[in-house]
Every structure is written in C-alpha cells, then in structure tokens.
C-alpha cells in the first residue's frame, strides 16, 4: 500500500501562486507515474499535470502556468501554480501508479478568489 498526502493548498488572490506538494509513503518500490488532478464544485475530476520517465503532460488550461516537478529522492511531487485564476478553485488530488496499482490522496483545497 501506498500513501500519499497532499499539502500547500490554501486562499489566493487572483494572480498569485501556490506550490502543492504531495509526499508519498508506504510500501514503494517504484512510483512510475506522479501527478495531480482537481475537481470543482458540480464538476467531474480533470487532470491538471502529470509526470513519468517518460513524458509531462498538461492540461490546455495550466500551459505556462502551472509547473510540476518531482523529487524521487523523496517519492513527493510538486505543483507550482502562476498567475492563478478563480477558475483554478477546485480540491487538488494527488495520483500515484506503483507497481500498477492507483492511488490518490485525499485532496487540498484551492481557493482563488476575483
């Protein structure tokens, strides 16, 4: 089993930033995929970035905004996220793949007010 745990989420202004970070735990071989999804009130859960050996994708709505690195020293991800929209609110959800197998965290909240 692995754990992850979300941080770094919070109120913002439009236009400012926030760095999430999600650490994960547990019984880790090896995490292949790292990454973050959101959900806003009323909507289904989108993919915001997510990272592997091979490739970093982003959403269309966070390009040159939003940036996600990964520490493997440390099993965490990070997402800093620039210039901030209210269309950004939503809960951030950490996602992980180790040895085939999902898991998300619990979720932070993000919140950019106009």
């Known amino acids: 089993q692995v754990q992850l745990v979300e941080s770094g989420g919070g109120l913002v202004q439009a236009g400012g930033s926030l760095r999430l970070s999600c650490a994960a735990s547990g019984s880790i071989i090896s995490i292949n995929v790292m990454g973050w999804y959101r959900q806003a009130p009323g909507k289904a859960r989108e993919l915001v970035a997510i990272?592997?050996?091979?490739?970093?994708n982003y959403a269309d709505s966070v390009k040159g905004r939003f940036t996600i690195s990964r520490d493997n020293a440390k099993n965490t991800v990070y997402l800093q996220m620039n210039s901030l929209k209210p269309e950004d609110t939503a809960v951030y959800y950490c996602h992980a793949v180790e040895r085939g197998m999902l898991y998300w965290g619990k979720g932070t909240l993000v919140t950019v007010s106009s």
């Open positions: 990272t592997s050996v091979l490739s970093t």
